[in-house]
């Protein structure tokens, strides 16, 4: 973030996995791009893997939260992440994420192979979450658009058509 001369890190907790207990603490750290000071460090509730950060052009900022399938975000100004959206399952091993000029999050799932859009309302709040698929060289499914609002629990995603089945080898 030229703009704010910070540069934003992800460090992760370690451990977790089967049962074993984390070691450390995950926060999103902001580094003086001029001295390499650190300047803040903001703990994740209830730890997860920060995975990516986008930051706006108003100041605020984005961490992708892999393991706890949420968006936390940081305020301009503000002391401490909230949880920007969360879904566990559209947002599930949530990635990369991208800002662009339409105004909107963009949020990846490495584990689903999705890309999910997050409208971001005139508020700074969440808005829907619309999960977003494409066609893959050398796979012979079509991966379709849904968007998904106006409902609550859990539900299934769809499936996949089959344009042509491979020739017998």
């Known amino acids: 973030d030229e703009k704010a001369g910070v540069l934003w890190v992800c460090a992760s907790a370690s451990g977790g996995r089967n049962g074993a207990p984390f070691v450390g603490e995950t926060a999103l ?3 003086n791009l001029k ?10 509730p209830g730890n ?9 052009k108003g100041g605020t900022v984005y961490a992708a939260d892999t393991t706890l399938a949420r968006v936390l975000r940081l305020k301009k100004g503000a002391t401490a992440l909230d949880v920007f959206a969360a879904d566990p399952m559209l947002l599930a091993t949530a990635d ?7 105004g909107n999050l963009y949020v990846n799932s490495v584990g689903q192979g999705t890309l999910n859009r997050i409208d971001i309302n005139k508020d700074g709040s969440a ?10 060289d050398g796979q012979n499914v079509v991966y379709c658009q849904h968007v ?18 491979p020739e017998a080898q």
């Open 29 to 31: 750290k902001a580094f």
């Open 35 to 44: 001295d390499a000071s650190l300047k803040a460090s903001y703990a994740f």
């Open 48 to 56: 997860g893997l920060c995975n990516d950060i986008a930051v706006a």
């Open 96 to 102: 990369g994420l991208a800002l662009l000029d339409d």
């Open 127 to 136: 808005g829907k979450i619309t999960k977003r698929l494409a066609l893959i």
């Open 148 to 165: 998904l609002e106006g409902f609550t629990g859990r539900f299934p995603l769809g499936h996949h058509a089959t344009l042509a089945m």
